[in-house]
């Protein structure tokens, strides 16, 4: 058991079965649903901020504010989970361990059960739990993918890649709003923000489409739609606390 790696797989299809792509379309899924948090909720702090008519430099320091402190929660998450799970499967594989070497027989018929709800015949299901079991590490692997769920042959992945993967993202979608205002300022910049933010949110709601198989233009437009609405809300609030403050 030392030194494996474990995947969650989320439901065991028949014997037989395979998920080749599932590790890619996780990978594809964190790095859109960062990218999508990171320009949503910059855009919507920066414009909150543009709309109450402050100085330049403090839509800037509230972007890069924005920015960082996203990025971090999102990277600690991302470490506290990933850290979590892989305690309580290494938890729930000890278990398992001690189990088999305890109860091998009440293991092989729980084995042998999880084969015939699969649609196999009562004897054979009994003979292929019986072979399984002669060997501890394969019926540990075995126990592991049937009655836990987990796919020995995949990692669960690092705390710190998945940390720093998120990280990433989410800086880089909520740098695209803010770096207009870095080469302009008033109305120019907020104009260039939004036409810059707009692309990259019909563009990350397009690439959904490779997870829900929609179509490009209503994923896009939809997640154009929901931006623009968070973004148009927080600047009008903006304007009506707008003081006159200058800096």
């Known amino acids: 058991m030392r030194g494996r790696q474990w995947r969650v797989v989320p439901h065991p299809g028949p014997i037989g079965g395979e998920q080749h792509t599932g590790g890619r379309s996780g990978a594809l899924r964190a790095a859109i649903f960062g990218v999508n948090d990171g320009l949503v909720s910059n855009v919507s702090l920066i414009f909150g ?21 996203g990025a971090f929660s ?30 091998p027989e009440a293991e092989r018929e729980e084995l042998a059960a999880i084969y015939v709800r699969k649609g196999l015949p009562d004897d054979l299901a009994d003979r292929l739990a019986t072979e399984l079991m002669r060997d501890p590490a394969v019926a540990l692997e075995t126990h592991a993918r049937e009655e836990l ?9 690092s705390p710190v890649a998945a ?21 302009a300022s008033g109305g120019a910049a907020i104009l260039a923000s939004a036409a810059l933010s707009g ?18 233009f209503y994923s896009g437009a939809r997640m154009l739609a929901i931006g ?17 403050v200058g800096v």
């Open 49 to 69: 901020v543009a709309g109450a008519g402050v100085d330049n430099q403090v839509v800037i320091l509230a972007g890069i504010a924005g920015l960082l402190a």
């Open 199 to 216: 692309a990259a949110l019909f563009g990350v709601g397009a690439a959904m489409t490779y997870l829900t198989a929609r179509g490009a």
């Open 74 to 103: 999102m990277g600690a998450g991302e470490y506290i989970s990933v850290r979590v799970q892989r305690e309580v499967f290494e938890r729930l594989i000890h278990l398992e361990a001690h189990e088999i070497g305890s109860e």
């Open 163 to 183: 940390a720093s993967a998120s990280f990433v993202t989410f800086a880089s979608g909520a740098l695209l709003p803010l770096l207009p205002f870095l080469f």
């Open 228 to 244: 623009a609405a968070a973004a148009a809300i927080t600047y009008l609030v903006g304007k009506a606390l707008d003081v006159g």
């Open 149 to 157: 769920g987990l796919d020995p042959q995949m990692g669960l992945g």
